[in-house]
């Protein structure tokens, strides 16, 4: 069975003003005490507490991750833009293939179209011929990467190439 349960209030219950807190009496201060505050100040001030510390997070990741400018900060150069070449298949030793996707990351001022023939070439000169065991070796692989970037920054200059990334690299 419900146990009901009355509130005693020294006011009449509903009669105030519109948006008055309806149904919950008014606690009056008695000489001498400061009047407590109401809940409604607790939540505004944790709300702007959650927001200051939001807003501080937000200032902390952008100048720690995204660095504005980039050459104030000592860590690695970021490429300005990445050109994107097809995979293509490349011949093996023993009628195996390499299925070979790369991309090339420019430097500032590099984001003039390149032509994608002298890299393929380059590419297909370095890994061509290549057994299987070699070409899926990490160390070796490591080693035909900087090949090949030795290669393609003689192509198209040191300062416009900084990198070479994998995009697709299956062997059958």
């Not at 009047?35 to 200032?59: F, N, Q, T, Y």
């Not at 298949?89 to 023939?117: C, I, M, T, V």
């Not at 370095?126 to 080693?143: D, H, K, L, Q, Y």
Request: proline letters at 8%; aromatic letters at 6%.
């Amino acid at each position: 069975m419900p146990i009901e349960q009355r509130v005693v209030a020294p006011k009449k219950i509903g009669g105030g003003k519109i948006g008055a807190n309806k149904g919950v009496p008014e606690v009056e201060a008695t000489p001498g005490e400061e009047p407590k505050p109401k809940g409604r100040s607790k939540k505004k001030l944790i709300i702007i507490a959650a927001g200051v510390v939001a807003l501080v997070a937000v200032a902390a990741a952008y100048f720690l991750v995204l660095a504005p400018g980039g050459e104030e900060h000592d860590g690695p150069a970021r490429p300005a833009a990445i050109v994107q070449f097809e995979p293509h298949s490349l011949n093996l030793a023993d009628g195996h293939y390499l299925r070979l996707g790369f991309a090339l990351e420019l430097s500032k001022g590099g984001e003039a179209k390149l032509d994608p023939a002298p890299a393929l070439d380059a590419a297909i000169i370095v890994f061509s011929g290549r057994t299987v065991a070699e070409v899926t070796n990490p160390e070796i692989r490591e080693e035909l990467r900087a090949e090949l970037l030795a290669k393609i920054q003689e192509i198209y200059g040191e300062d416009l190439v900084m990198g070479v990334k994998f995009s697709d690299y299956v062997t059958q």
